[in-house]
Nanobody
Framework: QVQLVESGGGSVQAGGSLRLSCAVS??????????MGWFRQAPRKEREGVAF???????LYADSVKGRFTISKDNADNTLYLHMNSLKPEDTAMYYC?????????????????WGQGTQVAVFS
């Protein structure tokens, strides 16, 4: 079983930065999940894949966040991060961490076996 717990959300002015964290606990598994990602969902909008990273460290980003967001992971601490810079009001959403033992694929998969509860990000102008 894999448990994911997000933190780091909040309210920030446009142009500001936030760092989201996702604590990963993979009990019963020898290795951590192969593909991990961040998704977001704004009210009345579909869930959107934002950034992905696989076990070797290959990253993928949605066009809407390229150059502004960076996904990273700390294998020693079993933590996934999303560094968000130059935030815009349209980045406002609930952000979810997701994990799967299959590859991320290209385009990135939308179906993940494990999901966190989410952390809210609000960007005001």
């Amino acid at each position: 079983q894999v448990q994911l717990v997000e933190s780091g959300g909040g309210s920030v002015q446009a142009g500001g930065s936030l760092r989201l964290s996702c604590a990963v606990s993979a009990s019963g598994y020898t290795y951590p999940p192969y593909c991990m990602g961040w998704f977001r969902q704004a009210p009345r909008k579909e869930r959107e894949g934002v950034a992905f990273i696989d076990r070797p460290g290959t990253t993928l980003y949605a066009d809407s966040v390229k150059g502004r967001f960076t996904i990273s992971k700390d294998n020693a601490d079993n933590t996934l991060y999303l560094h968000m810079n130059s935030l815009k009001p349209e980045d406002t959403a609930m952000y979810y961490c997701a994990a799967d033992y299959n590859s991320c694929a290209t385009p990135p998969r939308k179906v993940f076996d494990y999901w966190g509860q989410g952390t809210q990000v609000a960007v005001f102008s």
